[in-house]
């Protein structure tokens, strides 16, 4: 709550729809977001994974530990904390993003954030869906990066970056060269379609009487829906 206070009060001419809530508060958003440290990140999501079904869900926790001067990856079951969260919570859609943004950057909504975030997921529907709230914040670029494969190598990453930071007494963010801006920006433009047409059949979805029917979607909506992207039909 006094979160919440500082911050309507910091950002008092901006008209900010938050509020404080717990855990299962907090669950009942649309779309989820985990910021633990990285060994409370799968017992907070498995703890209202009832309210996670069928939800996008994007973890941004790295495991991490620091080792005088060093900052060290840790490898958690399943590779990532992403991939762990995706498993305990099976019906959620997880991404894995925002690992590498300052958090007093993120948390500075006067200064646009030069950064790139890099998403990856097995569901084409929460890459969309991060894409586009990573895309409302200026002069950050979201990246589609992948399967959540990709989240080992994306959240052990950090601990670079957290090095570098160290050593230059700095707070570094990553911005990738070569990738042009025009399919960036189709690709924001397509995920920003997506998430309105997700929303709608969302709210089509909310109103069907049958739940039967309403459970079988969701099961449909949690599977695997990215497609691999060289894949040849059989
Ligand atoms: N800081 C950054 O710049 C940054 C950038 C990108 C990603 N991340 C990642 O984001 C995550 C959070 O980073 P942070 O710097 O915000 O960490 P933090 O301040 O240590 O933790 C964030 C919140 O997590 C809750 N928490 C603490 N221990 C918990 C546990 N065992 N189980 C469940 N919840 C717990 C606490 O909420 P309550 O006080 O309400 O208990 C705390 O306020 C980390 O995994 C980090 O790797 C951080």
């Not at 490898?75 to 300052?102: F, K, M, N, T």
């Not at 433009?189 to 309105?196: D, E, N």
Request: charged fraction near 20%.
């Amino acid at each position: 709550m006094e979160t919440v206070d500082n911050l309507l009060e910091r950002w008092s001419g901006r008209e900010l729809a938050i509020g404080a809530a717990d855990n299962a508060g907090a669950a009942s958003a649309d779309v989820v977001v985990i910021a633990t440290p990285w060994d409370g990140a799968t017992q907070t999501a498995g703890s209202v994974a009832d309210k996670l079904r069928g939800k996008v869900v994007v973890s941004m926790a790295n495991a991490l530990t620091r080792i005088g001067k060093e900052f060290q990856p840790l490898v958690p079951p399943r590779g990532s904390v992403a991939a762990s969260v995706q498993a305990e919570v099976p019906d959620c859609l997880v991404a894995a993003a925002l690992h590498h943004v300052p958090a007093k950057e993120l948390g500075d909504l006067t200064e646009p954030i030069e950064s790139d975030v890099l998403i990856c997921s097995d569901h084409r529907s929460a890459v969309e869906i991060t894409n586009e709230i990573v895309g409302k914040i200026p002069n950050m670029r979201p990246l589609d990066a992948g399967e959540l494969a990709m989240a080992t190598p994306i959240e052990s990453f950090t601990a670079v970056l957290l090095q570098l930071n160290l050593h230059y007494k700095t707070r570094v963010a990553v911005k990738l060269t070569g990738i042009p801006e025009a399919k960036i920006a189709a690709e924001r433009a397509a995920s920003a379609a997506a998430a309105r047409n997700a929303a709608a059949s969302a709210a089509g979805a909310g109103a069907a009487k049958d739940g039967a029917a309403k459970s079988d979607g969701k099961a449909k909506s949690a599977a695997n829906d990215r497609q691999p992207k060289d894949a040849t039909p059989a």
